[in-house]
């Protein structure tokens, strides 16, 4: 586990951290959500030991995290970026012995890891001639190449297609079963929610929110109901404790706790046909538009 | 799979070893390189191509003529019949100048075309005896080519490696890598293994150009020369090893201070300058003790300096390790100097960083 504890950094005047602490769990993929610079990539930094922040630290299974334990952590910046006359098997090799591997192992990871994103194909053409899809998909290479304990990555899905994002989902998930931590920042609320176990909101450098995910919705949003029937709903309106939001025919959205759903419920059931009744998750977007607020 | 801990050595190995392949790779270079070897091959076998052709003037003398040539050395001479005939050699010019007869005192006189060949009138006057007390080593000529050739080839080498330094350290910087590489090695490791990498391959040319050029003077018969240029060109060798990694230590910190290949000329160009001004000093003060003297001292004309004395035979045998002792000292402080920078200035993208930053920190 990697927890980030009270790390502040200024750049000159501007505070970009302010006390930002927060855990990534083992096997747990962590969702790291913000606006255009509030922190995200300043925040990877110094995990990744490229930034010394002025107060605070990053610690692994609760020591300080050592340059040797850096060296074994898995990175993708958010500017790309590969040498773009290079070969991209030579590239990612070469990226993998930095990091410690043995000659024959890097080959070895790399080729398993380029067959596994597709793009074995083109192992031996130079990057620059790649389509920026695959070249994506070499930059996540690269940060696996050494089968990394700890996956730090900025951005990983922008600029890929969907089957590009389905290949790389794969890789993180399987990666996050054998026990890896990951963060991974991403602008696609929608993506981040079908994948992330855990969230991490971040507004002008301060941690709003962090977090298992279902915890972040529940404690985020008044508890929502939604009243399918086959029979008119408006005597909600009158009913004590609930506040709708929105209704139509045979449909209903109402706020309520757990009680009186519960009797609202029953009472349908008693005036008709109950089509579905399912608490209202409110999206990601949402609690990321409430959290910031 | 396990990853052990690499030592920082064998960081800069890899990094060196990438960099070489890189420039191997790189059609450009090696081009330039076969350039300039071939430069050094053709001057060797033209000017002892040259230094042949001057010796035969070729010249048409009349029968009858006194017999002024026997003895002489370096005249091609052709008999003729007559006066006519000889004119008309040299209008032809088949002959640089004929003799002929000739009632005046000498009885012969010389003609020629446009101008007074003054080799032959040289060749055939009376001359004192001449002793020279302090006699100069090796002819002018001799010296300035000399000269011209430590320098030029100091001067390619180091402009071409440096920038290519320069190049890839801005390379990494521009499209990122860097964040990667420094995630896995220190930035010492990898400045360390640029500067390596690329002072090998420097040092490689240049001794590619010694070989090249100690085998043509060999073939080509000018052993004298090979004799005389040897130690002067090993200490080059020596004195370029050392003299590269300082300029390489300048070059990368330079170029760690801007973002965009755009912007390397405007860093990296106060360094050319001080490969440049060693080139010329040489070129244009190779006859000048005390010019030689302070350049043979200077860290960045060295290099050139010191092998041109120990050419010229002014140097005393200790001179050379005292100035090698001074660069090596001096590269040692700008590695330092330039580690600082490089590692201060390495993750500031955008804009130039400011020298008093990077060195801050």
């Known amino acids: 586990m990697i927890a980030i504890d009270h790390v502040t950094k200024r750049f000159g005047e501007r505070l970009a951290l302010d006390e930002v602490t927060f855990e990534i769990g083992g096997g747990r993929l962590t969702g790291f959500v913000g606006a255009n610079g509030a922190g995200k990539t300043t925040t990877m930094r110094v995990i990744l030991g490229l930034l010394r922040p002025d107060s605070g630290g990053v610690t692994l299974d609760g020591r300080a995290v050592t340059p040797g334990d850096r060296r074994r952590f898995g990175y993708m910046p958010e500017e790309r970026g590969l040498y773009p006359k290079m070969k991209v098997a030579e590239q990612i090799e070469y990226l993998g012995r930095l990091r410690g591997l043995t000659k024959v192992a890097a080959a070895g990871a790399t080729a398993e890891l380029l067959a596994r994103l597709e793009l074995d194909a083109r192992a031996n053409d130079t990057v620059e001639s790649l389509s920026l899809g695959n070249q994506q998909r070499a930059q996540i290479a690269a940060a696996l190449v050494h089968d990394p304990e700890v996956l730090i990555l900025d951005e990983p899905f922008s600029g890929l297609d969907p089957l590009a994002v389905d290949a790389v989902v794969g890789v993180l998930q399987e990666r996050a079963a054998r026990g890896v931590p990951v963060l991974f920042s991403s602008h696609q609320l929608e993506l981040v929610e079908r994948l992330c176990d855990d969230l991490v909101i971040i507004s002008a450098g301060t941690i709003r929110a962090a977090g298992a995910a279902e915890r972040l919705r529940t404690d985020n949003s008044t508890p929502a109901w939604e009243l399918l029937t086959g029979e008119d709903s408006g005597w909600l309106r009158a009913e004590p404790g609930v506040l709708v939001r929105e209704f139509g025919a045979g449909w209903a959205l109402f706020e309520a706790d757990e009680a009186t759903a519960q009797r609202i419920l029953r009472s349908a059931v008693g005036r008709g046909s109950v089509v579905s009744f399912t608490r209202s998750r409110p999206s990601l977007a949402q609690i990321f538009t409430e959290v910031v607020k | ?361």
């Open chain 2, 1 to 361: 799979m396990s990853t052990s801990p690499l030592s920082f050595w064998s960081s800069v190995g890899l990094v060196a070893d990438r960099e070489i392949r890189a420039k191997l790779r790189s059609k450009a270079f090696v081009i330039s390189a076969l350039i300039l070897v071939l430069g050094v091959l053709a001057s060797i076998v033209i000017g002892s191509i040259a230094s042949q052709n001057t010796s035969d003037i070729p010249v048409a003398v009349v029968q009858g003529t006194p017999d002024v040539l026997g003895g002489v050395d370096g005249v091609d001479a052709t008999t003729v019949g007559s006066t006519g005939e000889a004119e008309q050699l040299v209008r032809d010019k088949k002959v640089d100048a004929a003799l002929v007869p000739d009632s005046g005192q000498l009885g012969y006189r010389v003609i020629a075309l446009d101008s007074t060949p003054d080799t032959l009138v040289s060749l055939l006057s009376v001359r004192p005896a001449v002793d020279l007390l302090e006699p100069a080593p090796t002819n002018e000529l001799l010296v300035y080519l000399v000269a011209l050739g430590f320098g030029l080839i100091f001067f390619v080498s180091a402009i071409t490696f440096g920038a290519t330094i320069a190049q890839s350290v801005v390379e990494e910087k521009q499209t990122r890598v860097v964040e990667l590489l420094i995630s896995a090695i220190p930035a010492r490791a990898l400045l360390a293994g640029k500067v390596i990498g690329n002072s090998v391959l420097a040092l490689a040319q240049i001794v590619v150009i010694a070989i090249v050029a100690t085998a043509a003077l060999a073939l080509t018969g000018q052993q004298n020369l090979l004799t005389s240029l040897g130690p002067s060109v090993l200490w080059f060798i020596a004195f370029f090893a050392v003299g590269f990694v300082l300029l390489a230590a300048i070059f990368a910190a330079s170029a760690a201070l801007v973002s965009r290949q755009e912007d390397v000329g405007s860093v990296t160009s106060p360094v050319t300058m001080l490969v440049m001004i060693p080139y010329f000093l040489i070129v244009f003060f190779n006859d000048n003790e005390l010019v030689l003297g302070i350049m043979s001292y200077v860290p960045f004309s060295a290099p050139v300096g010191m092998p041109m004395r120990i050419f010229l035979g002014t140097a005393q045998w200790w001179e050379p390790l005292l100035s090698l002792a001074i660069v090596v000292a001096t590269t040692a402080g700008a590695v330092l100097l330039g580690a600082r920078i490089y590692e201060n200035s390495l993750l500031r993208m955008g804009g130039r960083v400011k020298l008093g930053d990077a060195i801050r920190g």
